[in-house]
Structure formats: C-alpha cells, structure tokens
C-alpha cells in the first residue's frame, strides 16, 4: 500500500529508494547485497564481521567452497544451486573473484539413490560415466566433470569491493535483536536476516534450530591443483584445489557444538591420509610440514536444513536466510536470486495502488 499524505499531496522516500537493511556480511549477505544492487536498489549491511576477517566465527573466510551438488534436497532447492553455478561461471572470466573452473573426479562408494547428486549432471559441463578401469575397484561408480571452486580469500574482499563500488555500506555492529537493527533505520521497509548463526541468540529469533559446526581442513601446498576428487560415502573426503592460492584444501570433518579455535592434530594427520587415498598423485602419504597449514571455521547449520522465506511484520518485511552450513558458497547466488525477487515482490505490493 503506498504511504502517500493525501492530504498534503506528498509522499515520503519512494520505496525503491529506501535502504534494503542485510543483517550479517558473509557469503549470503554480500552476495544478496550485490544482485540487489545490480537491480538498482540501495543497501546497507550491519554484520560484527566483514570481508577480510579471520575470526573462526566468520565461516565465509574458511569454507572450502566449491560448487557440489547436494543431494536430499527438494527441486526448488536443486535451482538454487543451479542459479549459483551460472552465476559462477560468469565470475570465473574475472581472475579477481577467485572463481575457477576445474576437473573433477567424484567416487561413489554405493550406487547412488534417486535422491543423490547425480541431478547435478543437468549444470555441470563434460558429465560422464566413469568406466571401471578408470576409477579404483572398491567403488560402485565414479562420476567425471568441470566445476567451479571459489577461493574466500580472494571472493569476500572482491565482493566488498563491488558492493561499495556500487553504492552499498558496510557498518560493523553487533546486535542484540531484530528491533535494534529496526530501530538504526526508521525509514527502511525490508530487513533481510543473512546473519547465520547469530539467528540462534537474537533476541526475537531465537532459533534453537540452530547449531555451530566447526570444520577443520587441512591446506597443502601443492602445483596439482587442477582437480577436485571427492569420496561420497562412510569414509567422506574431499580435495578442493584452489589455483590462485597453489594448493588444495583436504577434508572433511564436522564436529557439532565444538567451538575450540585449536588444531587438532590428529584430524590433521586423519585428512592427509584420507586424502591420501583418494587422491594418492596429488596428495603424499607425508607431506612436508613447511607445506602443510590449517583452516578452522564454525559453520552456521540448522537442524533441518536452511531457512528462506519472507514474512510481513506491520509496515516492514522480513526476509530471512541463514542456517546453510557448509553449502553457503554452492547455494549463494541462487538465493540472493530468490531474495532480490521476495524484495522486488514487496516493491511490487508497495508501489501499485
């Protein structure tokens, strides 16, 4: 409904005008608050952490982030992710997102349901079949394709720079609830809650679905980064190769409720063997320690996966999106798409009359 005074003939700040407000600044904030702004609306993001912090708390710093498909999702969720790779595949033109395109290789140790990843094949380029001969026999199958891994020391500051090239600003606060980020902008109508697991302990969320996971890999620096291997299965494992930083980043693990910023060594040693197996010509039974550091994060998770919806409070909307856990980076841009259409559908609601 418009907000026009008839009786003085005169209207407040136009709609499209007022700040879209993003509560929290990793992967999912900026990347909302980039398509929002490629859409011509203004934003402002108030988050305790930036692009280019190394708090372990700042998962968007840590994550291994590379395009995979999910399985168990629905296929609204399954576009999402969709949404994402074309959206990366742009960026991997720009040396500077940190976006590249690389082979890869993934091994199954069961043969997949019909709810695995293997939708994925609809996205990705140069999909096939693994034969027999060219995987090792322990496994039911293999898949080969391209796909897309993005390194968060080079994405996150890129996006802080195309954010405030474009107009947006970053304020670092914490808050405490929902209603103090109202109460900093009177004028704003729509409120997008990206702030992960800050969602758990805001006074008027509360979302005891929340949980933290901490992940801890091991990065080896190694000129074999050209090929992603992952192992689905009990022993999971994965190698995600990141060539502007020459190396690979060996996992995974997921540790619930466990916030310690400590290297376990004995997860450490746990991964390189592990990677070691899946991945014997790239990664060393016992690599050199020079060549060997460690990456500790605490994913944002909720028990049941995601939240994305939008709801009316009064005069203001509330989008929220938080809760991926480790898929921040494979879901983001497919919901920043989603949310810029939730905000151009409350556009839509305020500006026709």
């Not at 490629?38 to 708390?57: C, K, S």
Request: proline share 6%; net charge negative.
């Amino acid at each position: 409904m418009s907000e026009c005074d008839q009786n003085t003939n005169t209207c407040p700040i136009p709609f499209s005008q007022r700040p879209i407000i993003i509560l929290g600044a990793g992967i999912i904030g900026c990347a909302a608050a980039r398509q929002l702004l490629l859409q011509g609306f203004h934003v402002t993001l108030v988050a305790e952490f930036l692009p280019g912090d190394q708090d372990i708390n700042y998962a968007s710093a840590w994550a291994g982030a590379a395009w995979h498909a999910a399985g168990s999702i629905t296929p609204d969720q399954r576009y999402l992710q969709a949404v994402t790779h074309r959206v990366l595949l742009q960026m991997a033109r720009e040396p500077a997102s940190g976006v590249s395109l690389v082979d890869s290789r993934e091994y199954l140790e069961q043969e997949p349901t019909p709810d695995s990843a293997l939708w994925g094949r609809t996205v990705v380029s140069r999909f096939r079949n693994l034969s027999p001969e060219e995987y090792p026999s322990e496994f039911a199958c293999a898949w080969a394709y391209e796909t897309l891994v993005t390194d968060p020391t080079r994405h996150m500051p890129y996006l802080k720079r195309q954010i405030q090239t474009m107009g947006g600003r970053f304020i670092r606060r914490k808050v405490e609830s929902l209603h103090e980020l109202y109460g900093m902008f009177l004028d704003s109508r729509v409120f997008i809650n990206a702030s992960g697991l800050g969602s758990k302990t805001l006074a008027d969320v509360q979302d005891d679905r929340c949980f933290p996971e901490r992940g801890q890999n091991v990065f080896l620096r190694t000129d074999k980064c050209q090929t992603m291997y992952f192992r689905n299965g009990q022993e999971y494992t994965y190698v995600i190769p990141r060539p502007y930083s020459g190396g690979v980043v060996l996992g995974g693990v997921k540790h619930q409720d466990n916030l310690s910023p400590d290297v376990d060594l004995d997860i450490a040693r746990d991964e390189i063997a592990r990677a070691h197996r899946l991945a014997p010509d790239v990664v060393p039974a016992n690599p050199p320690e020079d060549a060997i550091s460690h990456i500790i994060g605490i994913r944002p998770s909720r028990k049941g996966g995601f939240r994305l919806d939008s709801e009316v409070q009064g005069s203001r909307t509330l989008l929220s999106a938080y809760g991926f856990g480790g898929g921040g980076y494979a879901f983001s841009y497919g919901v920043a798409d989603a949310l810029v259409k939730m905000v151009e559908q409350t556009e839509r609601d305020h500006v026709i009359v």
